[in-house]
């Protein structure tokens, strides 16, 4: 039975920001007129935060947001204005945060949101990524650091009002402003995943949100994973894992595989002989810059970072959208 589940976004954020994404999908969506989200499962371990929602709900959401964004090239030329102003309003709502500001900063979180997850959509589900492929790409670049940006600021201010380090405070869950302690944030700090449904907000950790990763990540056993094209071509080479681009590297033609890219990814990405992902789409990062490059680039295999091992010998088959190993 093939997986409900999708791994949506793979980044460093805090748990502070990951619950306010799922919180936006359960909440704040149906709110604005689009479709509610089931669920959202978000896991963070050894600095990396993973997104997984379930394949009918971004299916839904897509057919709401084409409706209301993505009609014709007039429709979406007004979108990325919109995005972009909604963008620098965060940005300077960001930038003047504090404690006492934290619904406001909220609140204008949420409304940005929904233009920053719209292209990805309307790339992937309408059927018109080419007729749109030039204002899309814009409106996704422009995006690119914001949620980093307002993240780093969050948790510097949480920290000063609760006394601990920034990172310590990130582990601070949407919600739990008026009712924080250091020992709920101290203890997730190793592996902690959070379930967000419209009607609460769960807290795992450790032995308990690995058995609930295991079960939604559901891998069968098998030597290949499969995604979407995002610049043909092939390749043959060794498995390179990397998921902090600071702290690791590959060799001249290595393939690179990792959950998503970001620009601080770029040296290893330059050289890759292919770029194979597990989350993301045709306006991911790691698209685009394969386009850019000419690279081979297969996104959104889901798996490709638990199938595989560093040192695998691998084809990489762009044409097709498969990497197995040789």
């Known amino acids: 039975m093939e997986n409900e589940w999708e791994k949506f976004w793979t980044v460093d954020l805090s748990l502070t920001m990951a619950s306010m994404l799922g919180h936006l999908y359960t909440e704040h969506f149906p709110a604005q007129g689009f479709h ?8 963070r371990t050894q600095g990396n935060t993973t997104c997984y929602l379930k394949k009918q709900d971004r299916k839904a959401f897509a057919q709401d947001v084409i409706k209301r964004f993505a009609q014709d090239q007039n ?7 919109e995005l972009k102003e909604k963008m620098e309003e965060l940005r300077t709502t960001a930038a003047k945060f504090t404690i006492n500001d934290y619904e406001h900063l909220r609140k204008v979180f ?4 929904i233009y920053h997850v719209t292209p990805r959509h309307i790339a992937d589900f309408s059927g018109k990524f080419d007729d749109f492929k030039e204002d899309l790409t814009k409106a996704r670049l422009a995006g690119e650091t914001i949620h980093q940006e307002v993240d780093k600021k969050i948790k510097e201010v949480l920290g000063q009002h609760i006394g601990v380090a920034p990172e310590e405070a990130g582990n601070m869950i949407d919600g739990e402003l008026d009712s924080l302690n250091k020992q709920k ?7 902690t995943a959070l379930v967000i449904t419209p009607d609460e907000t769960k807290v ?8 609930l990763f295991d079960q939604t990540l ?11 094209v995002a610049f043909k071509g092939k390749a043959k080479g060794k498995v390179r894992i990397i998921m902090n681009p600071f702290e690791q590297d590959l060799e ?4 690179l595989v990792t959950g998503m890219t970001r620009p601080d ?9 292919a770029i194979v992902t597990d989350a993301g789409g045709m306006l991911c990062h790691a698209a685009i810059v394969a386009r850019e490059m000419a690279k081979p680039c297969i996104i959104g295999t889901q798996t490709a970072t638990q199938v595989f091992k560093d040192g695998d010998l691998v084809e990489v088959d762009a044409v097709k959208g498969i990497m197995r190993k040789r």
């Open 204 to 211: 795992l950790c450790d032995e308990p949100a690995k058995e």
């Open 218 to 228: 559901n891998i069968k056993e098998r030597g290949f994973v499969q995604g979407t």
């Open 252 to 255: 001249e033609g290595d393939i």
């Open 265 to 273: 990814f770029l040296p290893q990405m330059k050289k890759a002989g």
């Open 75 to 81: 429709t979406i030329k007004k979108f990325c204005i």
């Open 36 to 43: 509610r989200f089931s669920e959202a499962r978000i896991f």
């Open 185 to 191: 944030l101290a203890e997730r700090s190793s592996f």
């Open 110 to 113: 949420f409304e940005y949101n």
